[in-house]
């Protein structure tokens, strides 16, 4: 039934399940230890079922005539793979985890085709069979799925990088690029016979030193200047906001301005000749108050209709600043909007309009007049 | 079903007369007076659904009975009496093709109904008045947005029972702080989903006066078949009364009195969640609940003016006693506006029921507020938990909510 | 430095010492009877047979759910089931009844009757087939392991986001709900891919298209349907289950996302389940009807055709589940039009069922009652379908009782029903055993009878305002007069009863017959189709010689003949004799697949993964580990076993084993 060198293998499996039992019930169930301890008994379970499977690991049964005549084994670059595993294992103990983990990685890999690959060359006399039929078998869905991820892995990244720094026109174009080469080299693979072989490799290695060029060039060069200005403006931080009259580099001058979510829009506040104005679903006139409901995200929509740049600023209140016993005024705004352009800002007024002295309301700088906003 | 006799639902009664025909046995069976019945419009937007159902209704039941009655004539006529094994006929194309179209032209000319009442029912271009509605678990709430025309100048904030003018075409925005929930009053019209994030709106007209049952109809978890909603039409003088009141100021209890204790037991616990407008400390600052603090939906109730709604805790329990209840629920429209605008007074108030959600709210009506659970929304309640109040508090309590008129 | 000597290509090389076992990691479970030949087997009849079995399971547990659903509500603030464990149990209820009755039971009737009915020895990949089946009951077990680690998934079946949260939901019932149903989900289109290849590739020679039999028909559009609509709820799911574990925002309307996207893909599957649950029962009447009136099926392929429509049509439907959730008057238009649309294709069946009865010569068999059953009460289920596929109307009724009766006369009446007669039906094929005809007409009756007191007043129910899905009702609203909601909700709940009565009768049926019922006849019901062109219960591997087609009703066709003179039909042949004929004519050397380790390895592998997800890593390890050497064992293992591995060899020499297929 089992043959006795899956017998070690398959023990030695079990005592890891036990062990990482034990270590995930003494120290800590979703740590790394936990994970690498069922990843080491992942690797010698599944050691275990290939010998099981081609049976080489049987002593009893290696008859002497085909031990004397087994063939010699192959090269192999797995050893190296899993000690330099091992090497960058410990280093990264000293250094980074990125590092730990990439050397676990590479002794997994390593170690595990080093063992499969010895035990295929024994399997038979017959070089052919061994790769082919128990090598290949045995270690091909790994292979591949593995080698297409990290491919794939990086593929996505270096283009990224192209993306990030080809300006924002040209993304489309190069987005589009790339996808017609992958489409039509799939095409000349399933359709012309003659493309494969060196002509698919040589186009294939040049698309992948263009690929590599790019990458590593854009990467060095960095993301585009909008970017880059985005993320000196702290323009990713939620209270990021300029509401006054000046002008912030990215924030004011990379917005869409178009609005999709128009079902679920509560008021809309317009400017118009310099004087602000607001609508209400239901509500036929030009309003100066508007009421929101409390505690509800409300959006309110603003479209500026005049040729000059506006922004629609929410005044909501004050809050403390910390333990300091200053008061701040809390508001929040839209970015520039041009003629004719709009903008979404959603809010979620909490208290009443009776607990500041002012209320709530809506101005937009640089026009006249305000809209009241209550909440009751 | 319910038969009326109002100049409105006098051609109504018409064809129900031939519903009765085709339905006869069905009808029959039916209660009378069922609060949610959707054959009992009682204003124009459910009345033009009402009139598809009676097209739709009697046609199902017609086609309904030619089916059966074939069918019967097919079992009783063609059973084994012994008789050769027939022709292995595979079927008759022109017998098939018209049992087709047959069913295709009924259907299209439903079709044709349906369609002409879905956008007669969307029309708001002639909406007279807004009212929000926001759900969440497991009460609505209500407020008028400021609109001259009814003397609503600062905006009115209620729950529980949807106060409207007869006669007014009245628009509901509706939203919500959770979950969906969904808007139904079927008297008035179909339901309408409240979405968190979304504006939905729904266009209600009240004929008379009255009170107009319904009940949250999309699953909204827990407490979901305790969330109802009554809405109340009443007439346009009544309204204006209503309207005036709510926006009347504050009333500080005498000091003194039991109900001035009740205040300060409502400022030490209630607060925390309910707002009541106008209430002030003795410094002069508003009192401002903080209910975004406590509750995950960051509302709870307001209770300004509390005893002129008849219900509380999502119009899960009558705050008045049930023959005071049935004295309004069954007055005559004309004399209605009164019975409701008096509200509830001590005589009529509902002690057991205020009581009970006082002593233990989750005891009766199933809520997260169980401290232990309240992980996942960080402490924050989904209700209103047990406050573990004495007997004493509870009087003074009852006592206080009283004035709350 | 050592020299290494390499062995020249020259030197005297030994027979090739090629391992002589055979690939396989384990010796194969070839035994043919006993535990293992059912665990491991891969004959699309056990499976067939498992299939329905523990679909039958679940169809008792649901149906206990629904009992106490019933008890709660029989009275006004009913006190047997508090809030939390209602919503749990009308939220399990729908999903076992939809997920681990219906689907499964379809799919026992397809395991067990599609080859047989198209003449092939197998489905084409029979491992697969016994993947989804362990699949189905992995995910069966993790969707009701809720009900005992914390409480079951309480958001209703269709688990409405944002209320399906982790913060409206926080027990981990949703989240064995998001990972059962993913698993059942696999299953389901494993078994879809399978079943359509078996069709498309494995028909009997001369069997076209149009001389397939209507349930193989319905059985291939349900398939379609599978393959098309388990991949939106797949998606759905991954959603939810991101939301739920890994703090997504996809529903979240604070965070931009929005909870009717939920409901769009939910629907879009959904829309077309309901689909999936009744057309198998379409087919199994399309084939009940025809043999007990003794004639073909009235326009077989316009009952072909209706179905595929219906279910074409039945993608493009979703949005009027909601009509009440905003869609805005232009969509909620056309979707009412288009529902509408679908009534017809349905009404075209219902017709084509009554004018295949007329001119017959009907027998009353229990299993044509309950297929007549399903007829009638389809009926009122489709008519009232028609009142709420107008829009207006449905605003009034959707979410109310009103809906509840319409999808269990749909679903009961229409589904149930046909199972039921499907049972009655192939039951003396599938055991060799006649069901009681006298308990069977108990069964039909009490659950005729039953059916229409639980089912018929919740129509009045809905309509008078009583909305779905709580826990209590309260006599406030149920309104005045002796006929008054409490009234009906007390019949409908005696109903249920009754109706639980009904299925007690046909369990008790299934016993009694077991223990000593009367043998069954080669062909009792002078049937129609070729699964009555072997013995029963059929052999291994089937047929003894493959049939060749020459009609639609091939089998009827090799027993009757039409006397030209009277039009009347006349018997050439017995059916039992057909039957022995086959067998004197035997194919020898029949390949069959062998048994197998891996398919249940890897279902357990995949449902200890999903538990992973929601007990963290290190499970999820486990159960990957598992997943890996599932599939390891599966790649490495030949479809057909091996000779040395089949003990004893057949006893006349010759082995009996399909091509290697899957």
Redesign the interface.
Known sequence: ?FSSGSKYLLGLSGLS?VA?VVY?FTVN??DLG??AI??L??VV??VA??G?????GDVATV?E??AA?A??PRDSAWPMVFALGAALTLLGLATVPVVFLLGIVAMVAGGSEWIIGNWADR????PV?NNDRVRA??IG?LEYPGAAAVSLGIIAYLFSRVMLHAPKSAGALLFILFATAIVTVGFLVGYRPRFRGPVLAAVLSVGALVLVGAGVTTGILGEREQLAEASREDFYSAEHRECGEEEGKHFDHHANNKVNLR????ATVFVKDGKVYAE?????DKLD???V???????IMFRNLDEKEHRMVIHLGEAKVGDTGAVEKVETCTQLTGQDQEQVLTV?I???S??FKDGYSITVPGAEGEVKV??? | MERTDSPVAHRANTRRAVVAAALGVFLAGCATNAPQDVFQPKGPNADKINNLQLIVFPLAGIVGIIVLALATYIFLKFRDKGQEIPSQAHGKPVVEITLTIVPALILAIVGVFTFRSVFDLAETADTEMVINVTGQQWWWEYDYPAQEKYGINTPIITSGQLVLPVGTKVLLRETSRDVIHSYWIPALNGKKDAVPGRINILRIEADKPGIYAGQCTEFCGLSHANMRMEAVALSKEDFAKWVANQQAAYKKPAAGTKAAEGETVFMNQCIRCHQVNGMKRDDGTPVIAAADENVYAGAAPNLSHLMTRNTFAGAMFDLLSEDCRDDVWEAKPEEFGAKYLAGVSAECLNETNLRAWLRNAPGVKPMYSDPAKLGPTGGKYRGMPNLNLTEDDIDKLVAYLLTLK | MAIIERPTSEAAVPALATPSASLGALKRPMTESGWKSWLFTVDHKKIGIMYGTVAMFFFIVAGVEALLIRLQLAAPNGKILNADVYNQMFTMHATTMVFLFAMPMAAAFANYFLPLQIGARDVAFPRLNALSLWLFVTGGIVLNLAWFLGGAADGGWFMYAPNSGPIFSPSNGVDFWVVGLQIAGIASLIGSINLIVTVLNMRAPGMTFMKMPVFTWMILVVQFLLVFSLPVITVALVLLMFQREFGATFFDAAAGGDPLLWQHLFWIFGHPEVYVLILPAFGIISEVLPTFARKPLFGYPFVVFSGAAIGLVGFGVWAHHMFASGLGPVSVAVFSMATMAIAVPTGVKIFNWLLTMWGGKIWYTTAMKFAIGLVLLFTVGGLSGVTHAVAPSDTQQTDTYYIVAHFHYVLFGGMVFGLFSGFYYWWPKVFNRMLNERLGSWNFWLMFVGMNLTFGPMHILGLQGQPRRMYVWTPQRAGEGFFNLAFWNMVASIGSFILATGILVFLINVLVTSRKGEKAELDPWDARTLEWLTTSPPKAHNFDRIPVVHHLDEFFHRKYVEDTATHTMKRVADGADLVRAEEAAADKHIHLPGPSYWPLVLALGIGVLGLGTIYGIPIMVVGGVMILLGSFGWVLEPSVADDSEIDPPSLDGSTKEIAPLG
């Open positions: 039934m399940l990482a995930a169930p979703s936990a994970i069922l990843g008994m992942v379970g599944f079922g290939i099981l499977h081609d049976r080489s008859e005539a085909v005549s063939p010699a399997a038979s006399v017959d069979f078998r045995a869905p079902s679920a829009v509560l209400a679903i239901g509500l036929k108050t508007i009421t409901q409390r505690a509800n995200n409300t959006n979620n909490p208290k009443p009776a607990a209550v909440v009751p």
